[in-house]
């Protein structure tokens, strides 16, 4: 067992903190409900184990290997805030901001939503299909949230290909007036 620590942010604190209203507070959109309120940093963007596996008898939690990569990406943006420019990030800034955004954009909720709804959807499909011709239909196991979990940890293990591909992309820093400047 790696760490027991119960609270796990997809967001991290440390990047929520430059949209706080007070340093401790953000809002929060719940789409769903299409309601906002208020919630504290430690609250935001997290869920409860939502970064531990349980693997027969044994939980591994991988929370702890997101404390370096948060506290970077933290900085960044924190200078972005500052200076509001790309210009004042040298190149190997650009390159781990790269690197960061895809493992944050890994560590989602709606990634590993989408990982979850994806054999869901594979049998709707191929119930349909079956249903129109009229075969028998032979659905699939659909992934359950540890394998879901399982899903993201070997995606964040082999990220090469997404961060060359986003590496290649325009970066653009927008400002809340919208004004953008692009590097």
């Known amino acids: 067992m790696l760490n027991r620590s119960k609270k796990h942010h ?11 209203i007070d340093g401790k507070q953000v809002f929060v959109l719940d789409k769903l409900k299409g309601h906002s309120f208020k919630s504290s940093l ?4 997290s869920e409860n184990y939502f970064n531990s596996i349980r693997v ?8 702890t290997l997101f404390d370096v990569s948060d506290q970077i990406l933290s900085e960044i943006v924190e200078k972005l805030v500052v200076t509001r420019s790309l210009g ?4 190997k800034e650009i390159a ?26 594979v049998n709707e ?5 079956a249903d129109q011709v009229g075969a028998k239909f032979k659905p699939i196991p659909e992934l359950d949230e540890e394998e879901a979990k399982l899903i993201t940890m070997l995606k964040l293990s082999n990220i090469r290909d997404d961060f060359v591909s986003i590496s290649e992309k325009d970066i653009v820093l927008l400002d809340s007036k919208g004004l953008g400047t692009k590097l």
Not at 10 to 20: A, D, E, H, I
Not at 42 to 45: F, R
Not at 57 to 63: A, G, I, V, W
Not at 107 to 120: F, M, Q, V
């Open 42 to 45: 430690a609250d935001a963007g």
């Open 96 to 121: 781990v901001l790269n690197y960061l955004v895809v493992v944050q954009l890994i560590r989602t909720k709606r990634a590993r939503t989408e990982s979850l709804d994806l054999s869901r959807k």
């Open 88 to 91: 004042s990030l040298d190149e």
């Open 10 to 20: 997809f967001n991290p604190q440390g990047v929520l903190k430059n949209f706080s």
């Open 56 to 63: 027969e008898d044994s939980e591994f939690n991988f929370e």
């Open 125 to 129: 499909f191929t119930k349909k299909i």
